[in-house]
């Protein structure tokens, strides 16, 4: 097993740790949990030594149940309940609308590109109520982003997306703000309802912060039992609880968790033979600023991507290296050598 892995501990310190072909290495993150040890195989060391035996990881395994045949779903293009109204799209792949994670966990419409007729339904703000499986014809309800993201990211084929309208309501995902901040804000002054908000904005901060690095945990949980669909939903909420405009010390512009996220995102795609969305993944992976090309050159969770006739060029890209392959073959070929 070759996924980069977070922890907890009494001191409340934090590694992330890799593991490649029996050797274990460490880089600090500014996010402070203490390190754990991974064996170097497809498995974590025990459960007792990681998260408790009691925890539950069928949180988001539920996915696969209550779904609805497509042949079910009402089929005109928006209806109108007596307070809701919801429409339908089916769209090709690949979906340029760009969803966000809510603050209740749900998928919203972040971003529709202009001028584009198959994207006119959506406007800012609306949620996703339902979505077609990774196969077949059914559709699952959305219940979290990250089951949503696995569901469109494994689907071949057009994607189906039941949709509410929400009529420009962004509350959901938007930071609330109290009462007192806003007037004091409204009136240019600094006081008790501003200090509060801070407060409370640190609490909430260090709140996500500490569920994200327990998500992050079952996902490698999840991938050590070779539940690699499972581990794929929980790392896709993990990417996306990645905090707005974030600065480092150091200036970097995204957290170290973001990066071993999706990391870990492409080693479950290469797993299952997504070798597309492998790729992606990585990319992201590296323009976020990992730069252990070795690691991703020789971890075996990614042997399956680097077949891929497009992983040469991508890595090339990131990490150029002195001596590349047609210098190679010219060199050979002066020799004799083929």
């Known amino acids: 097993m070759a996924l980069v892995a977070s922890s907890k501990s009494s001191h409340h310190a934090m590694m992330m740790t890799t593991m490649t072909a029996g050797t274990t290495t460490t880089s600090s993150s500014v996010v402070k949990r203490a390190s754990r040890t991974r064996r170097a195989s497809d498995e974590c060391v025990p459960r007792s030594s990681l998260i408790s035996s009691s925890r539950h990881v069928t949180r988001h395994e539920h996915h696969h149940h209550h779904r609805l045949k497509a042949s079910e779903v009402v089929s005109e293009s928006a209806f109108v309940g007596t307070e809701e109204e919801f429409y339908e799209v089916t769209l090709p792949k690949p979906v340029n609308v760009k969803f966000v994670r809510g603050n209740d966990g749900g998928a919203y ?8 007729p198959k994207y ?50 962004l509350s959901a995902m938007e930071v609330e703000k109290n009462s007192a901040f806003k007037s004091e804000r409204a009136g240019g002054n600094y006081g008790a309802g501003t200090k509060e908000q801070q407060m409370n904005n640190y609490s909430k901060k260090r709140e996500v912060e500490n569920e994200r690095l327990d998500m992050f945990d079952e996902g490698i949980a999840l991938y050590n039992q ?24 150091n200036f970097e512009t995204t957290t170290e968790i973001y990066r071993v996220c999706q990391y ?41 991507v680097r077949e891929s006739p497009d992983f040469v060029p991508l890595m090339n ?7 590349n392959e047609n210098a190679a073959k010219f060199l050979g070929s002066l020799f004799g050598r083929k």
Request: hydrophobic share 40%.
């Open 109 to 116: 419409v972040g971003f529709v590109p202009p001028n584009d």
């Open 120 to 169: 006119d339904m959506f406007e800012i703000g609306d949620k996703i109520e339902g979505v077609s499986a990774s196969f077949g014809d059914e559709v699952w309800p959305a219940e979290s982003f990250g089951q949503v993201m696995y569901a469109i990211k494994n689907r071949n084929g057009d994607i189906y997306l039941k949709m509410k309208r929400m009529f420009g309501d």
């Open 226 to 249: 070779k539940k690699f669909d499972d581990a794929l939903i929980v790392f896709e909420e993990v990417a996306a609880l990645e905090p707005k405009n974030y600065m480092s010390d």
């Open 264 to 304: 870990n995102i492409a080693c479950c795609f290469s797993k299952i033979g997504k070798l597309d969305q492998a790729l992606l993944a990585l990319r992201r992976c590296m323009a976020s600023g990992w730069t252990d090309y070795k690691k991703i050159r020789t971890d075996p969770s990614l042997k399956n």
């Open 317 to 323: 890209k990131f990490d150029e290296p002195i001596f």
